[in-house]
């Protein structure tokens, strides 16, 4: 493929007016049939994750850019794991508190195109960022995981969870004509180029529904895929459902009086080859 002529079926395609492709060497080989140009950081938020680590880590695929793990002050060996595990894994120590405070700091460090969220303590596979990297390379600006689209589901989803997740779903729906299926699940990805539409300022668990309807009101193109969600392997999770899901709550009622931040626009609207997917 080159960035004059494209051929489908053994015929000729005139490519005038797109943009020039990407060296054949800027392109990092996904499978054998997907290659990228973009670049991928993925950011890990962690406290007290040593013995989940591991496991996170494994899952996480060696075509990867660069894996941004900020540290929630942890008093365990959480970070010399991390390094241990992926000599080249950049650390960012938490200044703040919260979830939503630890993901702001990791962004505001990542250096790729694309930036990828997952949780440190097993629950999210990484086997599955490249169906999110997929999304976005051809067409979606911001591609959030759903446990409850067909391929998706939990291990680990109480009815309190499910029901609250539920209403809180159909509310942000109904105020912001979206049409999710999952709103408080924490693996999304994203183009860097509009980290300033999010513009993280919330600390707790609320961030994924601040991310999601921040990505909404900005008219940002959306694309759910399926996730299944695991159960955490050592630990105890931080979030309890009623205290924070009346942040996310607040958070949904909060942004109806927010103006949205306008998006940064792409160069062009291109194929799904001119964006650099082959």
Sequence with gaps: MSPEIT???GHKINGSGLRSMPPIERFTPLTPHLAISPTVSVVVPAMNEAENLPHVFATIPQWIDEIILVDGNSVDDTVAVARKLRPNVKIVTQTGKGKGDALAAGFAACTGDIIVM???DGSTDGHEIISFVGALVTGADFVKGSRYISGGGSDDLTFSRYFGNKVLTTLVNVFYRTKY???CYGYNAFWARHLPVLDLDCDGFEVETLMNVRAAKAGLRVHEVPSHERCRIHGESNLHAVRDGIRVLKTILRERRRRPTQPVPEL?????????VA
């Design 7 to 9: 051929k489908a079926n």
């Design 118 to 120: 997952i949780d440190a």
């Design 181 to 183: 299926t999952d709103l």
């Design 268 to 276: 062009a609207s291109r194929p799904a080859a001119d964006r650099g």
